[in-house]
């Protein structure tokens, strides 16, 4: 358990817990009815897909012991939140044990609806025959029946419990009366049976669940993943570096991270310098230079020489663990969003119980035999049966998901189509969400009186060999701009690989020394460290932009710029989301000076630009949006962001936590899947809508008709097939319209060429 307290005046706790054993969304329900009615508890929230509980109450109301037996009561387990391996194990389990299931009642299922339908259809050349084949058609009904249909009795009876019955215990009722039924007419010596019933609503509420599992639990696995550090890790210890379990670190030990490391806890940097890839944690696009002293943080990556650091927190209780334990918080206070269908069969299955009974003990009253009254209330139950219910919200979202797929959109949560449809607010990161998240030279400045080739042959021996990002950077745009020359058929008469490198060393992330064949001195680093060699350098503002200067011999030769450039299309998907009249902000760790230069560049104003903002603040500023809100993030420092957000969206390259923990992913470069997952979630809404209304309606209308009129159970069945038929061709439609609207889209933009023509 992992309680919070609020404030002292209002006496109130939060708890959080992972609850075990949980077999569909009316078990979360079940848990949470069973729970509200303790004395002292205000509210349970158990969000389905990771298994997570969140309770409010009184201090002492949240003691586990009370709570855990409450749920034990119902058949369920109570316990901390999941580790990772137990989340996999969990996933995977409940994988295998849908389709164990599935394969048995289609294998089993095939034979009794195949000897149902002989003795249907007068196949059978005697009446001894035909009670043979009702036989047969029980014996390969008793698995479906028994061992596939356990779970589904399992969670009627505790949801019965719980005083909120949902499909499984209507379908559980179902199933059973017809093979009570069934039985009782076979020792009559009537081979008239419905087996064949009870397979049947088996098997498709089975599909329906199967369907529901695949697609929330798709992309789930590492939900609550966030930086694992190293097992073993360098500490000192006896004058000498020994390698250590992590666990074994304690508060005061020096560790050491070798370059191109990542830092396995929070401490203190002692020796030396440090150059720090601080994105993951703050979105900084560029790294910072540590001195002796400053705080270091877990999850961050060493650029430079290898680091000597003293622990000020334990595996356990560093910044990243806290991120987690809040990531955990905020998925469980989201609770589950598709609820509508399970509530639906609430009220429907008590009312279908109650129909039932009357329209037996009518029946039996007017004079009609016992067998017939009992038929009749089976088919009152049978159509009764929500399966239509069960899979008019997960049909249609696997239907949008494959729509969102074939676009370049992962929806790895179908009940994020319903958020996303209803989104007031959209937040974005800078570094890596916006922008390719890697700096690059915006311009050179020429110091010295030579000429562009020979500063950028220069500059290409400089920067050759190093794996700095400012220095490969410089590279790249050396390599960019004598690629240009070379097309234009310009001569590179001092083309860098005719310079002879004699030596080179990389100081510390700071700089670059490289000795030429022909005597010359190269330096390309920073101000700070140029100036510390003797080279004269003027002071330069604070323009939020970084700066590597190179010199020669001593002299400055030429000072690049850098920055981060907006993806292509950026600015067309933000105005295009504004349109439609969401809220936009840009929220991110880096510097107020390159926030606004990326703003101006995407059409951002400046009162929806939020700089140096830390993973806690961005996720203050997420919460005081308007909502429901959306939040795109790529890194270890936007966790926290996309758990408050309504829904979380990882861009194309993003961390692989952020990749799994989100809702939605995207597989192309820049944010304009945003709008086409905005779009997708509309039109999916609307079709979940119309499920929903399609299968209510058959529900209420054959209810009707069970009750005024004689219905045999096989009419029921077929009916109830017929309206699950009618959920997925409905579903289907969302295929086909995205089929129509690339085609429609082209043609949009040919009759707008041919409007624009001269």
């Not at 680091?307 to 356990?316: I, Q, R, S």
């Not at 890697?438 to 311009?443: L, S, T």
């Not at 630009?609 to 308007?626: F, H």
């Not at 429901?628 to 270890?636: E, R």
Request: net charge neutral.
């Amino acid at each position: 358990m992992m309680p919070t307290p609020d404030s002292p005046s209002t006496r109130r706790a939060e708890a959080l817990y992972s609850v075990q054993g949980l077999w569909c969304t009316s078990c979360a329900l079940a848990v949470e009815a069973q729970l509200k009615r303790l004395p002292g508890i205000g509210a349970a929230s158990v969000h389905y897909p990771s298994a997570t509980l969140l309770v409010e109450g009184e201090p002492e109301a949240l003691d586990e012991p009370r709570l855990a037996a409450a749920v034990r009561r119902l058949g369920y387990r109570l316990g901390p939140p999941e580790a990772v391996a137990d989340a996999e194990a969990r996933l995977d389990a409940e994988s295998r044990y849908l389709t164990l299931r599935l394969l048995m009642a289609v294998a089993f299922g095939m034979w009794t609806m195949l000897a149902s339908l002989l003795i249907y259809v007068g196949a059978m050349p005697s009446p001894r025959l035909e009670l043979v084949m009702a036989w047969v058609s029980g014996a390969f009904a008793l698995p479906v029946v028994s061992y596939v249909a356990f779970p589904f009795y399992r969670a009627g009876w505790r949801t019965i419990r719980a005083r909120r019955p949902g499909m499984d215990a209507l379908v559980s009722l179902g199933a059973l009366t017809a093979v009570g039924v069934s039985l009782w007419l076979l020792m009559l010596g009537s081979p008239e049976v419905y087996f064949d019933t009870a397979v049947m609503l088996v098997t498709l509420l089975l599909v329906g669940r199967l369907v529901e599992t695949l697609c929330r639990h798709r992309g789930l696995r590492a939900l609550q993943a966030l930086h694992r550090p190293p097992a073993q890790v360098q500490r000192w210890v006896a004058d000498a570096w020994q390698s250590r379990a992590l666990e074994a670190v304690a508060v005061g030990d020096r560790l050491c991270v070798e370059p191109g490391e990542t830092l396995p806890l929070d401490g203190v940097l002692r020796d030396g310098e440090a150059l720090l890839d601080l994105s993951p944690l703050t979105g900084e696009s560029a790294p910072r230079r540590c001195l002796p002293g400053d705080a270091v943080a877990a999850g961050c990556r060493n650029l430079g020489a290898a680091l000597v650091f003293e622990v000020t927190a334990p595996a356990g209780e560093c910044r990243l663990d806290r991120l987690r334990e809040q990531m955990w918080w905020q998925q469980a206070r989201k609770g589950e969003l598709q609820r509508l269908a399970d509530r639906f069969a609430g009220w429907l299955s008590p009312l279908a119980v109650v129909l039932a009974l009357l329209t037996l003990v009518a029946t039996w009253l007017a004079g009609v035999p016992t067998e017939e009254a009992w038929v009749r209330a089976l088919s009152v139950l049978v159509v009764a049966c929500p399966c239509a219910v069960g899979l008019a919200i997960p049909l249609a979202g696997l239907a949008g998901s494959g729509q969102a797929l074939e676009r370049g959109v992962v929806i790895r949560d179908p009940g994020a189509f319903e958020t996303l449809a209803r989104i007031r607010s959209a937040a974005f990161d800078k570094t890596g969400t916006l922008t390719a998240g890697e700096p690059q030279v915006q311009a050179m400045h020429s110091a010295a009186n030579l000429t562009e080739p020979e500063l950028l042959a220069l500059a290409s021996v400089a920067a050759r060999g190093s794996e700095h990002p400012l220095a490969r950077a410089v590279r790249r745009y050396v390599q960019d701009v004598q690629d240009i020359q070379d097309a234009r058929g310009a001569q590179d008469a001092g083309a860098g690989g005719e310079l002879e490198i004699v030596q080179a060393e990389e100081v510390g992330g700071r700089g670059r020394r490289v000795s030429l064949g022909d005597g010359r001195e190269l330096l390309l680093g920073s101000r700070a460290w140029l100036a510390e060699q003797g080279v004269a350098t003027e002071q330069a503002a604070d323009s939020g932009e970084s700066e590597v200067l190179l010199a020669c011999d001593g002299a400055l030769s030429a000072r690049f710029t850098l920055g981060e450039t907006a993806l292509l299309g950026t600015a067309e998907t933000l105005a295009e989301l504004r349109r439609h009249g969401l809220a936009l902000a840009l929220i991110s760790g880096d510097r107020a000076p390159a926030v606004r230069r990326l703003a101006d560049a995407v059409g951002m104003k400046a009162e929806e630009c939020y700089a140096g903002r830390s993973p806690e603040a961005k996720a203050k500023l997420l919460a005081a949006m308007p909502q429901p809100s959306l939040y795109v993030g790529d890194g270890l420092n936007d966790v926290v962001g996309l758990a408050t957000a309504s829904v979380g969206v990882a861009p194309l390259g993003a961390n692989s936590t952020v990749q799994e923990g989100a809702s939605v992913a995207l597989l192309k470069p820049g944010v304009a899947g945003v709008e086409v997952a905005w779009r997708l979630a509309h039109r999916t809404r609307r079709v979940m809508r119309q499920n929903l209304v399609l299968s209510g309606i058959y529900n209420l209308l054959a209810l009707g008709l069970a009750v005024a009129m004689p219905i045999p159970p096989l009419i029921a069945v077929l009916a109830m097939v017929a309206s699950s038929l009618s959920v997925v061709a409905n579903s289907a439609r969302l295929a086909l319209a995205g089929e129509r609207e690339p085609q429609a889209r082209q043609q949009s933009q040919q009759v707008g060429a041919l409007g624009t023509a001269p």
